[in-house]
């Protein structure tokens, strides 16, 4: 998603799970803020747990290339057998789509997965807060870095915001962070867990509300080393790759790795976590940063430590 604004209408520090019941796993409607990589993964995983998914997208055009994507998706998941044709077609249903975020007036859930950026982070939650309507919807961010806080204060209901954060490929990975703000209160942290667990069928971990969460801490420093080995010349990307595959059994190299996630996802991350921590091992070596401002983002673009087509 761009970081255009979506038009709008008016109107604890703990980490001990908890025992969650069928009564907090109370969302039948949820609103996705963007329908890029993320958040059409986001969307499809919600629709295809039966939950009614609206998305909303800057644009008319964006919002198309988000309805094929999801479409495409949904599509080989019957082809590959995951899904039956019926399945898909249900899920599809299930799905509907707006520029306009005055429509998400009616939504148990809205979960934010636009550009890594707090300013347009904010300024969307802003929105959030003065059109949905339930006096208890959750007000989520898929974000990987930015201070939950920071979004939570910036409403005017902080208790009911919390970050949920899932892993690309949405549909596929298991893993989804749960991270309260400070002011997240504790049935907001239930019913999240609930709706993750149960109806989602996805496994939640809990993380303070610090940069980087549990896995972006331990992932980055890990894609910055490897980013840094690869621009000194101490080996080729092939040879760093191919190390971790069969040397350490990673599914994936931590180049190709870097080229799925984004490399412009990679260095939002790495920044956000120096800000915090002004760790060297946190900063963006200089190839990194050339290769966003040439905009060879990795797969998104069709190329970045590799080409794709």
Not at 13 to 37: F, Y
Not at 57 to 80: D, M, P
Not at 249 to 268: E, F, N, Q, R, Y
Request: proline share 4%.
């Amino acid at each position: 998603m761009g970081a255009g604004t979506i038009r709008g209408t008016h109107r604890t520090k703990t980490i001990e799970r908890h025992e969650v019941t069928e009564s907090m796993a109370d969302i039948a409607r949820v609103g996705v803020v963007g329908c890029g990589q993320m958040g059409a993964g986001i969307a499809e995983v919600c629709a295809r747990s039966g939950l009614e998914v609206m998305v909303a997208e800057t644009t008319g055009e964006a919002l198309e290339i988000g309805r094929t994507r999801l479409h495409n998706s949904l599509t080989k998941a019957a082809e590959r057998g995951k899904i039956t044709e019926e399945e898909r077609d249900a899920t599809l249903a299930r799905l509907s789509f707006t520029t306009d975020l005055g429509e998400f007036a009616d939504r148990d859930l809205v979960i934010e997965a636009v550009v890594e950026n707090e300013q347009v982070k904010t300024e969307i939650f802003q929105v959030l807060d003065q059109v949905v309507t339930r006096q208890d919807a959750i007000l989520a961010s898929n974000t990987s870095s930015i201070p939950l806080v920071k979004l939570a204060v910036a409403t005017s209901r902080p208790d009911q915001v919390i970050g949920i954060h899932f892993f690309n490929p949405a549909p596929v990975q298991k893993l989804v962070e749960l991270i309260p703000a400070l002011t997240t209160s504790e049935e907001t942290i239930k019913r999240a867990e609930a709706v993750v667990l149960q109806v989602l069928g996805k496994h939640p971990i809990r993380a303070q509300d610090r940069s980087g969460f549990v896995v972006n801490a331990l992932l980055i420093p890990y894609l910055l080393s490897a980013i840094r080995m690869f621009e000194s010349g101490i080996a080729s990307r092939e040879d760093i790759d191919n190390g971790m595959e069969m040397g350490c059994a990673h599914p994936m190299g931590p180049l190709k790795l870097s080229d799925l996630i984004g490399l412009d996802t990679v260095a939002s991350v790495a920044d956000s976590m120096y800000a915090e921590y002004k760790e060297p091992l946190y900063a963006a070596p200089p190839l990194l940063q050339r290769m966003v401002d040439a905009g060879r983002l990795g797969r998104k673009t069709g190329s970045g430590f590799y080409v794709y087509s």
